[in-house]
């Protein structure tokens, strides 16, 4: 099973700072990896597939990079409505595993 | 609009069985596969099955292997999970998924 280490926990940072959340594979995912954004009593959002294509509606203020390894998931300025769980998830075979998410809390 | 709709939840006790049900409109639903995804209560993501868009390639957590099994309509395009000897580590809410849209999630709570 491939592992997503999710890093930091918890990232305190204020409205209008950059955001930078990252994730790590315990083994390569080539690019097969995505980025959500869950809040309180919702589902997730798909924000990041592939890991740098936005998906359909999402603000270019969120943007991904990274390959094989390591991932980031950077938001630019952050809005009020940013502020929640972000979670990794990898597919690249058939067992998608999710990291354990990094929760990003208004400073 | 794209939508995923789960229905099925409840309360039901140790070693009891549950279908879950996932109705998807607005997109070819055939064309994608799709995945059961859950959540207990304040904890992260976990993965719980696949199905390819056709049926023939179905995978799933080892955590369930066995106990559930995923199937799909897609003349009804309608998404399931058939729950069997169900414990209460598996209470959560179930998402129902397709590469870009999530449904809202059914809770299933086992307990006695």
């Known amino acids: 099973e491939i592992v997503l280490t999710q890093s930091p926990a918890t990232l305190s940072v204020s409205p209008g700072e950059r955001a930078t959340l990252s994730c790590r594979a315990s083994?390569?995912?080539?690019?097969?990896l995505a980025w959500y954004q869950q809040k309180p009593g919702q589902a997730p959002r798909l924000l990041i597939y592939?890991?740098?294509n936005r998906a359909t509606g999402i603000p270019a203020r969120f943007s991904g990079s990274g390959s094989g390894t390591d991932f980031t998931l950077t938001i630019s300025s952050l809005e009020p409505e940013d502020f929640a769980v972000y979670y990794c998830?990898?597919?690249?075979?058939?067992?998608?595993?999710f990291g354990q998410g990094t929760r990003l809390e208004i400073k | 609009e794209v939508q995923l709709v789960e229905s099925g939840g409840g309360l039901v006790k140790p070693g009891g069985s549950l279908r879950l049900s996932c109705a998807a409109s607005?997109?070819?639903?055939?064309?994608?596969?799709m995945n059961w995804v859950r959540q207990a209560p304040g904890k992260g993501l976990e993965w719980v099955s696949s199905?390819?868009?056709?049926?023939?390639?179905?995978y799933y957590a080892d955590s369930v292997k066995g106990r559930f099994t995923i199937s799909r309509d897609n003349a009804k395009n309608s998404l399931y999970l058939q729950m069997n000897s169900l414990r209460a580590e598996d209470t959560a809410v179930y998402y129902c998924?397709?590469?870009?849209?999530w449904g809202q999630g059914t809770l299933v709570t086992v307990s006695s």
């Open positions: 592939d890991a740098s």
């Open positions: 998924a397709s590469p870009f849209v």
């Open positions: 607005g997109f070819t639903f055939s064309s994608y596969s």
């Open positions: 083994q390569s995912v080539s690019s097969y």
């Open positions: 998830q990898q597919r690249s075979n058939w067992q998608v595993t």
């Open positions: 199905i390819s868009s056709s049926s023939s390639y179905i």
